[in-house]
């Protein structure tokens, strides 16, 4: 127990004038480099809002920095016919919803099985899904597209019809099959942030439903998922933002299904403006709708997220 005169020599070296201006220096330097980073992560964000209002006398008025002069709705107008947003983001919202809830479900059953289900070569296994991580999906691109285009299960299509195979290329299967089988887009990352999750729960717990009579499957869903929220809210959110930026895999697959990755590529080649500058405003302005739904929905789910991430293993 510390005694008074403990405190007071506490008390003077916290009020020293060499430990105040440290203090004071480390605050000021924080301070600089959180301004610094927020400057640099918002500024694109600002700059594209700036461009996308303007019109098209704007663009070269050397006046006009950030608030354009005439304010419009005309480049969101054309951007919004020239790309079918609605079509490609009615696309965009079912791809991504429909594989992020799958491949959270077909992840966290491997990652659980790597955590705590030991069995011969589980170990190599794991290596092969920490390896997928840092493979560039074009070295596979072509094996995954012929995969697709000929699609047959053991060979059960080409016995029954005769046919080579199915072609499942401009629909969403691909998107489907593969985050069923957890190979899809950073399937690798998530399947380690539920097995980092998963070894941290103590073993206690499993054995007391095991003494229960809970088997795998029923203390997997009973008493492992209900405590990997966290885990489930970061996984879900990564694979989310992450399938509805891919531009990779749905130029891959889908060639007449709009999508809003694609859709601007579409817009730049349609739009037909000789005038070059203001066809890059109108992809500018494409590039903001892109973001939108995102931004919204990161407004709403920002909380969560950090404090899943505090309390998931991704960082160790």
């Known amino acids: 127990m510390k005694s008074p005169t403990d ?24 301070t600089i480099m959180i301004l610094g980073f927020c400057f640099v992560i918002l500024f694109p964000l600002f700059q594209r809002v700036s461009v996308a209002f303007r019109s098209k006398a704007d663009i070269y008025d050397p006046t006009v920095l950030w608030i354009p002069r005439h304010i419009t709705l005309d480049n969101f107008r054309i951007a919004i016919e020239s790309s079918h947003y609605v079509t490609a983001l009615l696309n965009t919202i079912y791809v991504s919803a429909s594989t992020t809830v799958i491949q959270m479900a077909s992840c966290a059953l491997a990652a659980y099985a790597f955590a705590r289900l030991r069995f011969k070569g589980s170990g190599i296994l794991f290596a092969l899904v920490i390896f997928t991580i840092v493979v560039p999906p074009q070295t596979i691109m072509i094996p995954l597209y012929l995969t697709y285009r000929y699609f047959d299960l053991f060979g059960v299509v080409h016995l029954v019809t005769g046919k080579r195979g199915l072609n499942l290329i401009d629909t969403f299967w691909p998107f489907i099959i593969s ?22 729960i103590p073993k206690e717990v499993e ?4 003494v229960d009579g809970a088997g795998v499957f029923r ?10 929220v966290p885990a489930i809210v970061t996984v879900l959110l990564f694979s989310f933002v992450w399938q509805w930026n891919d ?17 601007l590529m579409d817009m730049g080649i349609g739009l037909k403006e000789p005038d070059p500058i203001y066809t890059s405003m109108l992809l500018n302005t494409g590039v903001l709708l892109t973001i939108a739904p995102l931004v919204i929905m990161y407004l ?10 505090e309390r998931t293993g991704i960082t160790g």
Do not use: C
Not at 181 to 191: E, F, P, S
Not at 219 to 228: D, E, G, W, Y
């Open 7 to 30: 405190y007071a020599i506490v008390f003077v070296r916290k009020h020293r004038p060499v430990d105040k201006t440290k203090r004071w220096l480390w605050l000021l330097i924080r």
């Open 179 to 200: 985050a069923g089988t957890a190979m899809g887009l950073k399937n690798g990352l998530y399947i380690y942030i539920f097995r980092q999750f998963f070894r941290g």
């Open 207 to 210: 054995e007391a439903a095991l």
């Open 219 to 228: 203390t997997f869903f009973r008493i492992m998922l209900p405590n990997a």
């Open 247 to 263: 531009s990779y895999y749905v130029s891959l697959f889908l060639k007449q299904v709009k999508v809003l990755s694609t859709s």
């Open 300 to 309: 709403f789910v920002q909380r969560y997220f950090v404090e899943s991430v």
